[in-house]
């Protein structure tokens, strides 16, 4: 198995971290042909309009939007589910990969000042309360059929899941515990069941 991070901006290295404390081969993606030489992807955060500037002025966006609809795994952190997302709220209308069905409402936790960290319970990866950091973080508003909430903070959803797509609107690579990294793995080591969007 080789996972690929998207290296545009974001923690970077940092998810690679944790792919190399895994025992997981990873690469860094740039361009659309190294799209062909993943199994999975790894989306970090960052600034969502930036990224899809970068996406497209490289040509990785219409071939990125397409490999996820064709089931490749995806796990997307902050920024990353603003890309990823069918729906933006109560903001000037922007392009989106529109893979999930989700809605998302930009920064709606306030500027960089006013990111925290909290602890939140994950049944899915386990008993233990995982350590939730919010940098300038999206709330997830609202659900579509079929998409599983694995976690809720302040009564938002916090970690959804939907076939070949984690969408969580915090930063684990930021912290030491690598379990939802681990659960990202296993469900791409079971991608070859998943069904395409």
Same mark, same amino acid.
């Given at each position: 198995?080789?996972?690929?991070?998207?290296?545009?901006?974001?923690?970077?290295?940092?998810?690679?971290?944790?792919?190399?404390? &895994? +025992? @997981?081969?990873? %690469?860094? *993606?740039? /361009?659309?042909?190294?799209?062909?030489?993943?199994?999975?992807?790894?989306?970090?955060?960052?600034?969502?309009?930036?990224?899809?500037?970068?996406l497209?002025?490289?040509?990785?966006?219409?071939?990125?939007?397409?490999?996820?609809?064709?089931?490749?795994?995806?796990?997307?952190?902050?920024?990353?589910?603003?890309?990823?997302?069918?729906?933006?709220e109560?903001?000037?209308?922007?392009?989106? &990969? +529109? @893979?999930?069905? %989700?809605? *998302?409402? /930009?920064?709606?936790?306030?500027?960089?000042?006013?990111?925290?960290?909290?602890?939140?319970?994950?049944?899915?990866?386990?008993?233990?309360?995982?350590?939730?950091?919010?940098?300038?973080?999206?709330?997830?508003?609202?659900?579509?059929?079929?998409?599983?909430?694995?976690?809720?903070?302040?009564?938002?959803?916090?970690?959804?899941?939907?076939?070949?797509?984690?969408?969580?609107?915090?930063?684990?690579?930021?912290?030491?515990?690598?379990?939802?990294?681990?659960?990202?793995?296993?469900?791409?080591?079971?991608?070859?069941?998943l069904?395409?969007?």
């Open positions: 198995m080789r996972i690929g991070v998207l290296a545009i901006q974001g923690s970077v290295l940092e998810h690679k971290e944790m792919l190399d404390r &895994l +025992g @997981v081969e990873s %690469i860094l *993606v740039k /361009r659309p042909e190294e799209l062909d030489r993943i199994d999975a992807l790894i989306l970090p955060g960052g600034e969502s309009t930036t990224f899809l500037k970068i497209e002025g490289r040509g990785l966006f219409e071939r990125l939007m397409e490999k996820i609809q064709r089931g490749l795994p995806v796990l997307a952190t902050c920024a990353g589910v603003i890309l990823l997302a069918k729906d933006i109560n903001y000037p209308e922007q392009k989106t &990969l +529109g @893979v999930l069905d %989700i809605t *998302v409402s /930009r920064n709606a936790y306030g500027s960089q000042r006013e990111s925290f960290v909290t602890y939140i319970d994950i049944p899915v990866i386990g008993e233990d309360r995982f350590e939730a950091i919010f940098i300038r973080a999206p709330q997830i508003k609202r659900v579509g059929e079929g998409v599983k909430v694995h976690s809720y903070f302040d009564g938002n959803p916090v970690f959804v899941e939907k076939a070949n797509i984690i969408g969580l609107t915090f930063h684990p690579e930021l912290t030491e515990d690598i379990r939802i990294h681990k659960y990202f793995v296993k469900m791409c080591a079971g991608s070859t069941s069904q395409p969007l």
